[in-house]
Nanobody, 127 residues
Framework: QVQLVESGGGSVQAGGSLRLSCAASGQTFSTYAMAWFRQAPGKELEFVAGLKWSAWSVVNTYYADSVQGRTTISRDSAKKTVYLQMNNLKPEDTAVYYC?????????????????WGQGTQVTVSS
């Protein structure tokens, strides 16, 4: 079993930045993939960014068009933590952000591909 805990959400003004963190604990996998999703009020869960890695390095990253160029996903293997750096935030980025893990090294661009989920962290961007 894997536990994922997000942190770093908050309220910012448009144009600001936030860095979300997702710390993994419990059973760990030498190679797997993680992603961030978000869900705005009244909308469906949406893929934001994902990455996969081998035991030695990040193999691939992938971003949704809506955040491309404003967002960077990264990991700290020693801390078993994945980060989502979001810059130039817009009001439409307001949502609950969730991290998700796939144990088969497949970036979960669809929610059904995720094996484990965090509890979510709220991001609110005001205009």
């Amino acid at each position: 079993q894997v536990q994922l805990v997000e942190s770093g959400g908050g309220s910012v003004q448009a144009g600001g930045s936030l860095r979300l963190s997702c710390a993994a604990s419990g059973q760990t996998f030498s190679t797997y993939a993680m992603a961030w999703f978000r869900q705005a009020p009244g909308k469906e869960l949406e893929f934001v960014a994902g990455l996969k890695w081998s035991a030695w390095s990040v193999v691939n990253t992938y971003y949704a068009d809506s955040v491309q160029g404003r967002t960077t996903i990264s990991r700290d293997s020693a801390k078993k933590t994945v980060y989502l750096q979001m810059n130039n935030l817009k009001p439409e980025d307001t949502a609950v952000y969730y991290c998700a893990l796939n144990s088969r090294q497949v970036i979960p661009t669809r929610s059904s591909w995720a094996d484990f989920w965090g509890q979510g962290t709220q991001v609110t961007v005001s205009s």
